[in-house]
C-alpha cells in the first residue's frame, strides 16, 4: 500500500502527489515539499548553519542524512513523483571518477621587502577519494599576504570552528585535558 505527499510547485502554485510507502509516509507526512523551475524533483528546505540546504524527498524516503555519500536514482526515470522504495536505488558517490587538485605555493621576491605567493594548480585524475594537499611555507609574511588577499570573510568559511577554538586556546594559556 503506498500513500500520498502533497508537493506544492513554487512557480505555479500547483499542487501535485508524490507516491510514498506506507512507513516513509507516517515518518515524513509532516514535511513540506516543493518543486520549482530549478528542481522538478520534490525535495525540501532546511535550514544548516543558517543557510538553506535542500533535500530531495528521495533521500528523506531511503533516510539518507545530509552530507551521506550515497546516491539515489530512480528504476523509472519519467516519474520523478514515484518515490516507492520499489522505484529507487542506491549508487556510491565513489563510482564516479574523483579528481584531486594540488595546490602549492611558492615565494617569490619583489624589489620590495615582502614576498608575494605564487599559486599553481595541478589536477591530478585518481580513483581514491583524497584530500586536498596544500604545501605552504610557514613564514610569517606568507600568511599575511594570503590573509590580505583572501579576506577575513573568505578565512573564516575556510576555518572550522575546531580549529579557531583551538588556536585560541593555545594563544591564551589553555591546555588539552588528557584522558
Keep these: 500500500m503506498s500513500n500520498t505527499l502533497k508537493v506544492r510547485d513554487r512557480t505555479t502554485n500547483k499542487v501535485r502527489d508524490?507516491?510514498?510507502d506506507q512507513e516513509d509516509?507516517?515518518?515524513?507526512?509532516?514535511?513540506?515539499?516543493?518543486t520549482d523551475k530549478n528542481s522538478k524533483e520534490p525535495f525540501r528546505e532546511q535550514s544548516v548553519a543558517g543557510k538553506r540546504q535542500r533535500i530531495a524527498l528521495?533521500?528523506?524516503?531511503?533516510?539518507f542524512n545530509l552530507g551521506d555519500p550515497r546516491?539515489?536514482?530512480?528504476?523509472?526515470?519519467?516519474?520523478v513523483f514515484d518515490c516507492r522504495k520499489e522505484n529507487l536505488s542506491t549508487k556510491q558517490e565513489t563510482e564516479k571518477p574523483v579528481v584531486?587538485?594540488?595546490?602549492?605555493?611558492?615565494?617569490?621576491?619583489?624589489t620590495v621587502a615582502t614576498a608575494t605567493p605564487v599559486v599553481t594548480t595541478?589536477?591530478?585524475?585518481?580513483?581514491?577519494?583524497?584530500?586536498?594537499?596544500?604545501?605552504?611555507?610557514d613564514t610569517l609574511d606568507v600568511k599575511r599576504s594570503l590573509v590580505s588577499?583572501?579576506?577575513?570573510?573568505?578565512?573564516?568559511?575556510?576555518?572550522?570552528?575546531e580549529a579557531l577554538l583551538g588556536a585560541w586556546a593555545e594563544k591564551n594559556g589553555y591546555q588539552k585535558k588528557h584522558a
Design 122 to 137: 595541478t589536477v591530478v585524475p585518481t580513483t581514491t577519494t583524497a584530500a586536498t594537499k596544500l604545501v605552504l611555507p
Design 71 to 79: 546516491r539515489v536514482c530512480y528504476v523509472d526515470k519519467s516519474n
Design 149 to 161: 588577499q583572501l579576506g577575513e570573510d573568505k578565512l573564516l568559511e575556510l576555518v572550522s570552528v
Design 58 to 63: 528521495k533521500r528523506d524516503v531511503m533516510n
Design 25 to 34: 509516509y507516517e515518518r515524513l507526512k509532516d514535511n513540506k515539499y516543493l
Design 100 to 110: 584531486k587538485i594540488v595546490k602549492t605555493i611558492k615565494p617569490e621576491t619583489k
Design 18 to 20: 508524490a507516491q510514498v
